[in-house]
């Protein structure tokens, strides 16, 4: 059986960070089950590309990761290769497919959903279809019903030991190179990135990791990632890592058997991670630095105590700052995630993010990212109780909405503006104005992010 896996495409092409871990991992397992495997980079084909690779191809199957971010690339994608490919079988899975089974069926003529974690799933679904078997025996999916509408399997449990997972498979992309990634700004390429972890502890209102991954937080073993990092390095010869967990630093014992393996090896490694601020202590910062780590982000998203409250990001002011006062006493560079119009966002809160991002003086404030509608948020059911909002948008609109809840598109605009120049205005120079003309450009203009694939990342 020949399987084809396709990460979503983008609808603005530009440089990716990293190779498409989800399709990585899933290609992994279908080729230790003996299956012959090719994987396609969304991020780096035009969809004309990916339909002419798949059509030379002939696979036996399909599948499609679809992210709510520029769906309609899947659904485009989806109607060319059912030109080409009539006849073979067609399944998507990814957040957006999860949450939406039945929009899927509508939207694409796929046959069946994989729904949240793939692995398990993906291969029984295989071996389904190589011995024709029920695919109704196949737990964790949806199938397509002769009205369009979606029939459930049973629901499949989280998979338990998620270091039983092989390393991603690279080999099943065409002319695969670290080198064809913009890698993380702050580290020297080539760079590969790591998922150590699946889940969160937390469950902020913004965001869908809950949903997808659930509340438990499981994790691969030390040993794992020190032998997926030596492979890496063996394989690969890179020079930096990204660990491209929600939270690296939950189990802390862990985290510091990892800095310690890497220590003990002797690897010359560049790293940077993910982390809450609740999360961090001096002695775990001590050894993140000596093993390699030079950068850690934050999600701060704000600078007034009673928004972090209404996002339920478990954090306060002086949680932030104390944190990122330990860091920089560490020698390593925080960087900070922003977000406009969270629930009670004013001039004055904006005023008081501001005024943070003076004091706690990161390596960067990352995004300013007007806070989105997503599916699976608990901020999206909010609006859809209030009516701003239902299910049915998804299929009529190829956009995502931002929270308009309690003010306008035109006010949310705005008010980043007031964050961006405020924050320029703060660290003063002409390197910070610059910076913000450009984030302003890119925000209003996103179709400006191919320019990305003119830059590359420094090479150590």
Known sequence: MKVLLISQPDRYRKLPDFPPLGIGYLGAVAHKAGRKVLLIDGGLHSIAQIVAEAEKFEPDIIGITCWTIDRSTVWKLCGLLKKVLPATFLVIGGPHASIYPEHIFKKTHASAVVLGEGDETFIELLNALSNGMDLKNVPGMALRNKDNSPLFTPQRPLLEDISSIPFPYYDGFKNFDFFNYGGFPALPRPTASIISSRGCIFNCSYCASVRYWGRKWRFRSAENILAEIKWLIGKYAINSLFFYDDN???????????????????????????????????????????????????????????????????????????????????????????????????????????????????????????????????????????????????LDSDDVPYNTMEHPIKKLKKLRRRLLKGIARKRGGIKARITCCLKEIYYEYPFLSIFRSFFRRRFR
């Open 248 to 394: 690296f630093v939950v189990n802390k014992k862990r985290a510091k058997a990892i800095c310690q393996g890497i220590i003990d090896n002797k690897w010359d490694l560049d790293w940077a991670c993910c982390a809450h601020v609740k999360m961090i202590n001096s002695e775990l910062l001590s050894i993140m630095k000596e093993s390699g780590c030079v950068t850690i982000d934050f999600g701060v998203e704000s600078g007034n105590d009673k928004i972090l409250a209404n996002i339920n990001k478990k954090q306060t002011k002086k949680d932030i700052v104390d944190t990122f006062f330990l860091v920089h006493e560490a020698g390593i560079s925080p960087q900070a995630y922003l977000m406009v119009g969270c629930p009670g966002e004013d001039e004055s809160t904006i005023d008081e993010t501001i005024e943070l991002m003076d004091t706690i003086k990161p390596r960067s404030s990352i995004g300013a990212t007007i806070l989105w509608l997503l599916p699976g948020t608990k901020v999206y059911e909010e609006a859809v109780e209030k009516g701003i909002i239902n299910d049915s948008y998804w």
